[in-house]
């Protein structure tokens, strides 16, 4: 049974806490290994939080619950730059869209992990 903790991060930052598993797949989020998980996921950031191409470059990859950290990377076998992991609705992303739950303050790399571990 898979098990998926979620823990709220200082300034409202969701992030899906990985646990350690056997292989490498089993501490990444679901929808990052199963791509059926994943497009209903999408589907339902399309319906429900107006998951689109951004018209403002300024906004693209800065969202703060875009997840670029290097294991979520690794769990989406992409290092091109251009895809993250909304920790909103659960599923891959593109840096070039957007949706209503944007904020600013991203994304979540390795180095905002470091800082938030540090202030805690």
Known sequence: MTTIMISIMP???PVDKMQDGEDDSSRCPI???DIEVNDVNKMYAESEGNYRESVDEE???VCSSYNQTSQTLECIGDDSGDLGYCQIYKFV???EYVC???SQGGPITNESQEYYRDIL
């Open 31 to 33: 929808a990052t290994q």
């Open 11 to 13: 300034e409202g930052i």
């Open 100 to 102: 209503d739950s944007w």
């Open 93 to 95: 992303c593109e840096t």
């Open 59 to 61: 906004e693209c990859g």
